[in-house]
């Protein structure tokens, strides 16, 4: 990637070219990447969600035609899971399976693990 240069083998044949590209990457945690990986990107640090950023975008990811979960269950997903893991993964998780509001707590605390805050 460094040299721009794309090569390609198949059946013996090979097939070149150069290219000008970029490499993005995310990770939760820096930490546990090697260093000889970490001194190839340039490393950005983003504060994490607030509480209100964090519904807002639960709410609208849940509520949306992918999802359609009950507005209710959105919400109460959307806390429930800020008070256990704060990823947005488990709330879909936890959205798909529960069926009332009820549930949601039910499944976030049987199967999230609170934060140590």
């Known amino acids: ?3 721009g240069i794309v090569s390609e083998t198949k059946y ?6 150069e290219i000008r590209t970029s490499v993005f990457a995310t990770s939760n945690n820096v930490e546990k990447i090697i260093a000889p990986l970490q001194s190839r990107f340039f490393i950005v640090r983003l504060e994490p969600y607030t509480y209100e950023q964090f519904c807002e ?15 209710e269950i959105a ?11 704060r990823n947005i993964r488990d709330s879909i998780k936890i959205a798909s399976m529960a069926r009332t509001v009820e ?10 693990d609170p934060l140590s805050i």
């Open 12 to 17: 013996n044949k090979t097939r070149r070219m």
């Open 57 to 71: 975008i639960t709410i609208r990811l849940l509520t949306s035609n992918h999802y359609n979960v009950d507005e």
């Open 103 to 112: 549930d949601v707590d039910w499944l976030a605390t049987t199967f999230l």
């Open 1 to 3: 990637m460094e040299t």
């Open 75 to 85: 919400k109460a997903t959307a806390d429930a899971v800020w008070r256990t893991s």
